[in-house]
Each structure stands twice: as structure tokens, then as C-alpha cells.
């Protein structure tokens, strides 16, 4: 099993990227007002933006993205129930981000779903199926507590009084954690075993139809190599552009990554973690120390060179410091850039060593 593991960071120098359902402390009587999501702790408030926000970030930079030619699933309803065509031969967003089917078998459901016009195209379920998402995403953190600012405004371009109303919003830098398991893109279980099966009957039948390789002592169908490489490289483009976030027409935060630290590990587990911290400002800074115990600690888990992807202009200090410590180092073993190029590089990098997504 191989793994993209990585870390990133994103800019937040006014924003509001994920509201709450609360109201906020500061709100007088009357006043429509709006908070931000944050965690509260000994050390203050850290603002965060949840991985659902983010995962439906992505989903949509992706969609809305031509040139990417992402293939997504048709979404139905059943009353309270929402889910995808769960088809992940199909559709790369089934793939890669998982779903969970399960439709409803009284009959005036099934009589509902005959009588849909939208779903013609849809592929019948006659089991529950799962999938685990092959991508993931921690919470979005602030690096370090801040002063949470509220703003007020009012409504004054009708006749009558001002309608007032505020909102919440913060300068942060905030950290995720991301993985992607290789092998598992493109790979589809069919073991009758709950969280295991990925494929019923009749998707399995349509793997068989395509010939797609079965792996039978894995009771698993893969796409072509060609195909699963084609969905990696689409997805880290995606990371490479994201756009999305709340209050974007007052605050206007250009959310791409700032900072991409990754490689290719042969476990789930996220070597990278505090390799880029908070000095005593709050103010991102790299961790020498994390950075050299982790080339010594994790060396027989690491399967790459450490790829930076670093926008220049943001913190070109510490940029200068994680490239002059890998260049005494690690001199062969690191590739710095702009994300953009970088993402790019990795994919290259995942072309060039097949075994990685075996």
C-alpha cells in the first residue's frame, strides 16, 4: 500500500470561511448576526473550517472546472435521504470520496423511484453498498489561537429605519492534514462484509462488462493503470485551484494552498504533522528538529523525495529555511516550488513508479 501523505496551509488574512449555526456573543438584541466556527481551549479561539466545507470545496472546483473532464454522479432523494448513484467505475467523485447506499425497499418507495424522470441513468442497487473514501482531510485549524473581530453593518437603502445585521471574522493561517491511498483509487471490493463492499451485483456485472482486471483472491475489480493515474492527477489539480468559502463577496479569500508539504509513504500515517507549527506571534514557522527526526524515525516508510510546494511572498523566510536545511540534509531527496508545479511534479513522479499504486 502506498499513500500520498501531505500537509498544507492556507491564508486567511480577513475571512469567514465556514459559519455556524450559533449566534455570536457580540450580537445586540434584534441584530441578524452571523459567527464563525471555532475551538474553543485553554490557549483562546482557534477559528477551523470543517473537512465536510472543504471536501465540498473540492467537489465543486472540480465539477465546475471544464478542462479538468471530472466525471461526477448524479445525486437523488428520498424524502430525508440524499445519496449518489454510488457507481465509483463511472464516476471519479464515487471513487474517490466515497459514498454509502442503502435505498429504501418499501414499496412506495420503489414506486417513487419508477416514476422519477432523473433517474433513468441510474444504476440499481439491490444491496447495501459502501465505499471508504480513498481521499481524506482533517479539520482545517487555525495554527494558533486569534482575536475573533465582529463586524456590523445595516441594511439602509430601503426607506425606514436601518436594518442592522454583523458578522464574525478572522486573520488566521490554517493547517490540514490529507491523504490519498494509491492503491485504493480505482480498486473496487466486492466482499460481502460490512464497510467492504463497494459493488453489488449489478455493478459487478458492469465491471465484467467493461473487463476490467479482477483480482479474485482480493474479490476486487481495478480499472486500467491509465484510468486510475488519469483520476489521481485530476483530484491534485483540483487541490492546486480550490475555490470556495463562505462570506466570499465581503472578504474575498483566495483559498489555495499557500503551502503543499507531501510525499508518497506506505502507511496511513502523517509523518508531516509538526513539521510546520506556530512560533511565539502565531506566525507559521518550519520545525528543523520534526523535519530531520522525520527523514531518521519514518525512513523505511518514506518511498519518495519530500515534494514543497511553496507560493512565493508567503513567509519567503521560512521558504528559505526548509530549502537551505534540505539542501544540507537532503540534497537529493527534495523538490521545491510553486504548488501548481508541484502537484504537477507528483504526478509525473506517480507515472514514472507504477509501484506505488499496487
Known amino acids: ?167 464574525q471574522f478572522y486573520q488566521a493561517v490554517l493547517k490540514a492534514l490529507v491523504s490519498l491511498d494509491l492503491r485504493s483509487v480505482g480498486t473496487f471490493s466486492y466482499k460481502d462484509r460490512t464497510g467492504y463492499r463497494n459493488l453489488d451485483d449489478n455493478r459487478r456485472e458492469e465491471a465484467q462488462k467493461q473487463k476490467l482486471e479482477e483480482l479474485p483472491n482480493e474479490k476486487s475489480f481495478r480499472l486500467p493503470k491509465e484510468e486510475r493515474i488519469k483520476r489521481i492527477s485530476t483530484l491534485l489539480q483540483g487541490l492546486a485551484i480550490l475555490y470556495g468559502g463562505a462570506k466570499q463577496s465581503v472578504h474575498y479569500t483566495d483559498v489555495t494552498p499557500k503551502v503543499f508539504v507531501g510525499m508518497i509513504t506506505k502507511g496511513g500515517n502523517n509523518p508531516l504533522q509538526y513539521t510546520l507549527n506556530a512560533d511565539e506571534k502565531g506566525l507559521p514557522v518550519i520545525n528543523g528538529n520534526a523535519i530531520e527526526e522525520m527523514f531518521k524515525v519514518w525512513a523505511d516508510q518514506i518511498l519518495s523525495k519530500l515534494y514543497i510546494g511553496w507560493v512565493q511572498g508567503f513567509f519567503d523566510n521560512e521558504r528559505k529555511k526548509i530549502k537551505d536545511l534540505l539542501e544540507k540534509e537532503q540534497k537529493d531527496k527534495y523538490v521545491i516550488g510553486h504548488p501548481r508545479e508541484i502537484f504537477k511534479i507528483l504526478t509525473e513522479d506517480i507515472v514514472k513508479n507504477p509501484a506505488w499504486l499496487e
Request: glycine share 4%; aromatic share 10%.
Open 1 to 167: 500500500m502506498s499513500f500520498i501523505t501531505g500537509l498544507m496551509l492556507f491564508d486567511c488574512p480577513a475571512s469567514a470561511l465556514n459559519m455556524s449555526d450559533q449566534s455570536p456573543e457580540e450580537a445586540g438584541r434584534g441584530e441578524m448576526a452571523t459567527a464563525v466556527k471555532f475551538i474553543r481551549s485553554k490557549q483562546g479561539r482557534f477559528p477551523y473550517v470543517s473537512a465536510q466545507a472543504f471536501r465540498y470545496w473540492l467537489r465543486l472546483t472540480l465539477e465546475n472546472t471544464p478542462e479538468l473532464e471530472w466525471k461526477s454522479a448524479p445525486i437523488f432523494r428520498e424524502q430525508k435521504v440524499a445519496y449518489t448513484d454510488a457507481n465509483p467505475i463511472r464516476y471519479y467523485d464515487d471513487d474517490l470520496f466515497g459514498y454509502m447506499r442503502a435505498a429504501s425497499k418499501r414499496a412506495e418507495a420503489v414506486e417513487k423511484r419508477k416514476e422519477d424522470k432523473t433517474r433513468e441513468n441510474e444504476t440499481l442497487t439491490n444491496a447495501e453498498i459502501t465505499r471508504v473514501s480513498p481521499f481524506k482531510v482533517s479539520t482545517l485549524v487555525a495554527i494558533s489561537p486569534v482575536s475573533i473581530t465582529y463586524d456590523f453593518g445595516t441594511m439602509s437603502r430601503q426607506e425606514g429605519d436601518p436594518v442592522p445585521h454583523g458578522h
